[in-house]
């Protein structure tokens, strides 16, 4: 966080491409009605494109200039990966705090319980932080980083979309959501334990 406060590439291009994303997507509905669903999609969309800029500035960047290594030697894998985990956390949560009232201004109000917003987007965090810390360490130590990303990325991060997407509609239509609220937690704890695991055992290979 310290290196991020200190350069601020990676925060300013995931607030320029959320940003950019929102804007784009309120042009091409400018004057259309939205349904329901779209409304959900558009909005987790614009999160998602915000969201990815940023696993350069976890384990690639750390790769690319060299001090993986150093990791490896001085901190313990558990250790590497949540905090690489309370970083991607802490972008999401600005990320939200300024594309959700722009999407509100620009493309539609989020209607609903403020308290399930809350909720969601919380559970919802979780788990998209933890794809997305997973997936960045899975690939950082390979040639093709690019290609790989969006394959290993896609398969994890499709339940977890369509299941928030699920929950955002749910809301906006003030439906009960609790199954999909539970699919979410679930799926999210399931990755959490599964990831921490997973990236103690190629971190020091």
Do not use: N
């Not at 399930?116 to 932080?129: K, P, T, Y």
């Amino acid at each position: 966080m310290l290196q991020e406060w200190r350069l601020r590439h990676g925060l300013m291009t995931s607030l320029l491409m959320g940003v950019v994303t929102v804007a784009a997507l309120s042009f091409a509905s400018l004057g259309v009605s939205l349904s329901v669903r779209l409304q959900a999609g558009v909005l987790w969309l614009a999160v998602l494109f915000g969201m990815f800029p940023a696993l350069a500035r976890g384990f690639i960047s750390e790769e690319e200039l060299g001090t993986a290594d150093l990791l490896r030697l001085g901190a313990r894998p558990s250790c590497v990966f949540w905090g690489k985990w309370l970083f991607h956390l802490t972008l999401y949560i600005v990320l939200s705090a300024v594309l959700v009232p722009l999407y509100m201004l620009m493309i539609a109000p989020l209607a609903g319980a403020w308290w399930a917003w809350l909720v969601l987007w919380g559970l919802g965090g979780v788990g998209l932080v933890t794809v997305l810390t997973l997936c960045g360490a899975l690939v950082a130590g390979t040639a093709s980083r690019g290609a790989l990303l969006a394959v290993v990325t896609f398969p994890l991060l499709l339940p977890m979309v369509l299941m928030l997407i699920a929950a955002t509609e749910q809301i906006l239509q003030a439906r009960p959501m609790w199954q999909s609220l539970q699919g979410i937690l679930g799926y999210g704890l399931t990755l959490s334990a599964g990831a921490a695991w997973i990236f103690e055992k190629i971190w020091r290979e």
